[in-house]
């Protein structure tokens, strides 16, 4: 899971576009009567437009409140994170649902249609399943996948090619295979440095 803001807005936007892209491809093939080659196609061209919306209402809306209702369910650090993720992944699909239906119907069928709230509750309806769906059984776990593989390979490589710039409050791994380096504080220019028994320290 994300442990800063850069991290929780990649992680947000992997899950966005995995989660929209095949929930546009499953609303392909129930319009075209079932799946086919073209489809992993034409989802694309839906994808900006239905992604960022997906984006904006996960990061200002429905993240928060679904975070904001799963941590007064379980406690984290407390109980297991299985149940915690799991809260998090049935609250948000509860909740994006019927909002990306909403603009799927607006921008991408009749919205004109003097049957548009019928359509939107349909569409919602017929999306609910396999939004789940792909969010417990798919999206969600290769996006976790996917994240904590290249999470783990950042904090493995720590900064042993150095950086002119530490963007955010982290902890890293210094001095990877007894490499000597120094770290130097914006605040007042001190050097921290390895040192070993029985160095001096001569001002």
């Excluded at 850069?6 to 319009?31: F, H, P, R, S, W």
């Excluded at 679904?66 to 993720?85: N, Y």
């Excluded at 909403?102 to 548009?116: E, G, P, R």
Aim: glycine residues 8%.
């Amino acid at each position: 899971m994300p442990q800063t803001k850069k991290q929780e807005i990649v992680y947000t936007v992997m899950m966005v576009c995995v989660m929209v892209y095949g929930m546009v491809c499953y609303n392909i093939a129930l319009d075209v009567g079932g799946m086919q080659n073209f489809i992993f196609a034409a989802a694309l061209s839906e994808l900006p437009i239905m992604g960022v919306i997906g984006f904006l209402l996960d990061t200002f809306l429905v993240g928060p409140t679904a975070m904001r209702i799963a941590t007064s369910w379980f406690t984290p650090g407390k109980d297991k994170q299985v149940f915690l993720v799991a809260a998090i992944s049935c609250l948000s699909a509860w909740m994006m649902c019927p909002l990306m239906s909403f603009f799927a119907t607006l921008f991408f069928k009749d919205s004109h249609n003097a049957n548009f709230f019928a359509m939107w509750v349909q569409t919602t309806a017929m999306n609910y399943p396999a939004a789940f769906l792909w969010q417990l059984c798919g999206a969600g776990p290769l996006v976790r996948f996917v994240f904590g593989k290249g999470l783990a390979a950042m904090k493995k490589n720590g900064l042993k090619t150095g950086t002119q710039n530490v963007i955010e409050d982290q902890l890293a791994w210094l001095f990877e295979n007894n490499a000597q380096e120094y770290v130097l504080r914006k605040s007042d220019g001190a050097i921290m440095q390895n040192m070993l028994t029985g160095d001096k320290v001569i001002n």
